[in-house]
């Protein structure tokens, strides 16, 4: 259990992840992990030193208690982790293929998609300084989404700052319903997260310049664009500035987002400006990529000072 005052409570899916690997014998061996883009975020968080409490639900299962044990692992609080006896924790599975990886993902009915507005820690979420959640938290089902809905709104009404990914997952819902979700999201954000990929697609925009216009068409506080190997714009008090990425060998991008919004939110929790927090969490994700998996190549917030050096 965390003191009083929670940087950042993170609301979204879990998912224990099996990677498969390569060997001289062709064996099909798998490493097990822990993926889901908020757990993600809120591991980053916590290694950068930020108090961080989860929401979510798992399934009285062995890859649920692998998750709660792996969150406790990196202190983060469980309070809001519920644990349903009758749904699954979601899985899935990453397969080497010619064009990188191949994704298969078990998650219809998981526990985390059947969590209801009751099951919400009203209490940890006051105490909270950010709320974050992305797209995919809305997308894995109807339940899921009328939770966010309501968890947005406890918080704004609780003076609770919320931070949203526009984190787009085109299997779980046609484009057509995820622009209207995503889009209203958005201008309820205090903190918008979005990337350049999934942004020129939302969007419509092909120029990172219109696309940085057309989000703060939402009049967010602060807009952080991840550009991948291009880094990051920051958008805050009609200011915009690029951060340029660090130099690295990347050999697993997965995970860098969530990294980046973790970093990010630790930071600015802390009462660093846009702009350093953006530094900062550019740096973090560029690090993160060094390493296979969303989880172990996340690095400490001593890695990341090193680093800024």
Known sequence: MLSEDIDLICLGE???????????????LYIQGLGG??????????????????ITAVGDDRFGRFAID???KEGIDISGVAVFDEFPTGIYFIEPSGNGRDFTYYRTGSAASRLTSDDLPKTLIK??????????SQAISGTAAATCAHAISFAKKNKVRISYDTNLRLNLWDLKR??????????????????????????????????VDFYLDFNPQVLALKCGEQGAVIAFEDKVETIRPISVDAVDTSGAGDTFDGAFLSQLSKGYSPLDS??????AAGLSVEGYG????IPTKSNVLRKLQ
Not at 185 to 196: E, F, G, H
């Open 294 to 297: 969303a989880v172990t190549p």
């Open 70 to 72: 792996l969150w406790k």
């Open 278 to 283: 953006g530094r900062y969490a550019v740096t």
């Open 14 to 28: 879990p998912m224990v992840e099996f990677t498969r690997v390569q060997t001289d014998e062709e064996e099909n």
């Open 178 to 211: 995820a622009r209207d979700v995503i889009h209203e999201t958005a201008k309820q954000a205090d903190i918008l997260l979005p990337s350049l990929d999934e942004a020129r697609v939302l969007s419509g925009k092909s120029s990172i310049e219109d696309i």
């Open 127 to 136: 105490k909270s300084k950010f709320l974050h959640l992305s797209a995919i």
């Open 37 to 54: 883009d908020t757990s993600n975020c809120a591991i980053a968080a916590a290694r950068q030193g930020a108090a961080v409490a989860y």
